[in-house]
């Protein structure tokens, strides 16, 4: 398994195997996704620390804010309210000072790139913090791997600013992963 440099400082060596033997032996299960994704497509993952803003050229945004087309956005909540959330795609911003690996950042102000779709009915959530938001629970990849309810995630969509691979199919988001930042 391939950890960081950040997640190798972060997690002791037997937290780091235990991650690693918990990856090779889980898969995702039908039964794990929401009602109806049996027949969801395989979409392409982007890269969870991709330093350019993914495009969805088939989107409108001189319209009103609408669902972004299927697929999976890396991006986070900006607002959550009645069952909708708005969201806007992130890139990785490597930083230069050598502080810090780095941070992700939203489009500048002004620059309108926003979605909004409401929440599936059984939507999945997997935590990078575990659903109590202490534990680091992250695949080699540093995606969420605890699998937490959606109120849950509802109570993190109101926090906000929270970076995620968020899966939207036929206008609704049926999962997000959290992607865990040191």
Known sequence: MKLTTSLRVVLPATVAATVAATVAASSVSAAALPAGAAAMPKFA????????FQSDPRHDFTKHISPRHDGILRGWVTYYRSGTAEY??????KDTTGHTEGHFEGPA???VMAYASPLAKNVVFYSATGCEGTVV????DSLGSKRCSRSVLVSRM???????????????????QEIYTP
């Open 88 to 93: 806007e795609p992130i890139k990785w911003v």
């Open 109 to 111: 102000e002004g620059d």
């Open 158 to 176: 109101k926090d906000g600013h929270r970076p995620a691979l968020i899966t939207v199919y036929r206008g609704r988001i049926v999962k997000v």
């Open 137 to 140: 629970t992250v695949k080699n």
């Open 45 to 52: 993952k982007p890269k969870v620390f991709g330093t350019s």
